[in-house]
Structure formats: structure tokens, C-alpha cells
């Protein structure tokens, strides 16, 4: 897959494998970048279980990768650093009104930021709290191809 990189104002074309390699040879090539994975700015809405209070929270997706989500959840969702998670990801505006458990996806919290600067569309009234999560999957896939 060929992709088009904007560098100080000129194009440059790179393969999506060259991008996602995840050598030390890319951390050079890609300075700033250290997905494995190309994200791409996208507001779905989501639905997450958090199963040590057994409660379900809805939200919205900010950025969506292979390997990943950059997530906005209301301020008193109990999200922490570390913490094992399920996401349901909706199709459309409007969401899937149901989200099977088996449906799910299970995804670890990488880091945390209550300062709510999401620039998405969102209910302004409600503190929210911003999260990078990875998807669990993602992270067995990377250690079986090491």
C-alpha cells in the first residue's frame, strides 16, 4: 500500500511495511512516530466494559489504529493506567444500541489524561477524561512475530 507523507511542505511516498516495521531503522526514518501502526482521526461511538466494576460506559473513538484506540469516557469511568478493558466500536453516528460481551475487544489502558482537551464532537457540560488504549490482540500478534 503506497502512502503519501507531508514533510515541511512536500510529499514523500513510503510503503505502509516500511512505515510499520518497528525496527530502530524506523525510529530514524519516522522521527516523532512510534506506532506500529498507521492511526487515522475517526469519532465512532464505543462501548466499554470495565469488569471490576461491572459496568459498562459509553464513549466516543478519537484516533483508530490497527493496534490501537485514542478514546474520550466520561470523567468518573474508573480507567486507570494498566487496567484490562472490552471495547465495542459502533458502526455509525448512532452506535449499536446492543454490544454482545463475545463481540468485544479486549484492549489494555496505556496512559490516561483527565484534562478533557478533546476536540471532537462531545457534550460540553460533562467532565471527560481522554485514553490510549492497545488491543490485546495487537500486543500477542507483536511477541509471536519476535
Known amino acids: 500500500m503506497m502512502v ?3 514533510t515541511d511542505g512536500e510529499f514523500s511516498e513510503a510503503t505502509e511495511q516500511t512505515r510499520s516495521g518497528g525496527s530502530d531503522g524506523d ?15 475517526q469519532h ?17 473513538t478519537h484516533d483508530v489504529s ?7 469516557l466520561p470523567a468518573s469511568a474508573p480507567v486507570q493506567v494498566g487496567k484490562l478493558l ?3 466500536v459502533g458502526i455509525g453516528e448512532q452506535g449499536t444500541p446492543l454490544a454482545n460481551r463475545r463481540q468485544m475487544i479486549p484492549a489494555r ?3 490516561v489524561s483527565r484534562g478533557g482537551d478533546f476536540s471532537g464532537p462531545t457534550i460540553r457540560s460533562m ?6 488504549v492497545e488491543f490485546l490482540a495487537s500486543i500477542a500478534a507483536h511477541l509471536d512475530a519476535a
Open 4 to 6: 503519501l507523507v507531508r
Open 27 to 41: 525510529a530514524r526514518r519516522w522521527p516523532g512516530e512510534r506506532r506500529r501502526g498507521l492511526r487515522i482521526r
Open 127 to 132: 467532565p471527560r477524561l481522554t485514553a490510549g
Open 86 to 88: 472490552s471495547i465495542h
Open 66 to 72: 490497527a493496534t490501537g484506540l485514542k478514546i474520550e
Open 109 to 111: 489502558v496505556v496512559w
Open 44 to 60: 465512532r461511538p464505543i462501548k466499554v466494559y470495565e469488569p471490576s466494576s461491572a459496568r459498562f460506559i459509553g464513549g466516543q
